[in-house]
């Protein structure tokens, strides 16, 4: 069984540690990341980020729901653990396999994770472009050619992010 958890971002290390420490091996943590290029200081710097902020993804194993639900409550760095996760078993367990799927050696989400389908706008995550929202003008398999005003731009899909908005 999947539960999602809200944890504190200074404190996830701790949080880490304890689950370990208390829980053994009977919860295995997911936390999907990606990595981006960003420019600091004039240099041009790799930094991983969550795509999912401050939620944890965690699987239950070997244990009763209950008893881990009680211990889980109380570790440093949990904000809260996320109701009505019953019911969005199939969810999570379908998003949490589409993103090992699309993991690098590192464990850092491919480009490939970010699909777009049937969309006509993206909006870039990384890049001299990041947060500019662009329409399609033309997605082939390995490039999108997209327009904003008047300036046409080809992006390889290999190296960028991007999301589909509306």
């Known amino acids: 069984m999947w539960i999602v958890i809200k944890f504190k971002k200074k404190d996830l290390n701790i949080f880490r540690a304890e689950i370990k420490e208390k829980l053994e091996n ?3 943590c997911y936390l999907p990341k990606v990595s981006v290029e960003k420019i600091i200081k004039n240099k041009i710097t ?3 980020r969550y795509i999912t902020d401050d939620y944890l993804f965690a699987k239950i194993n070997n244990i009763s729901e209950k008893e881990v639900l009680l211990k889980l409550k109380y570790l440093k760095g949990v904000k809260y653990i996320l109701n009505h996760f019953h019911c969005s078993q199939l969810e999570i367990e379908k998003f949490v396999n589409k993103c090992k799927l699309h993991e690098d050696d590192n464990g850092n989400l491919k480009s490939s994770f970010f699909e777009i389908v049937n969309k006509t706008k993206i909006q870039f ?8 929202i662009m329409n399609i003008v033309e997605n082939k398999k390995n490039f999108i050619k997209t327009s904003l005003n008047n300036i046409n731009l080809t992006v390889k899909k290999k190296n960028n992010f991007f999301q589909a908005v509306n």
């Open 46 to 48: 790799q930094v991983s």
């Open 125 to 132: 995550l990384n890049g001299p472009f990041l947060n500019q």
């Open 26 to 28: 009977n919860l295995e």
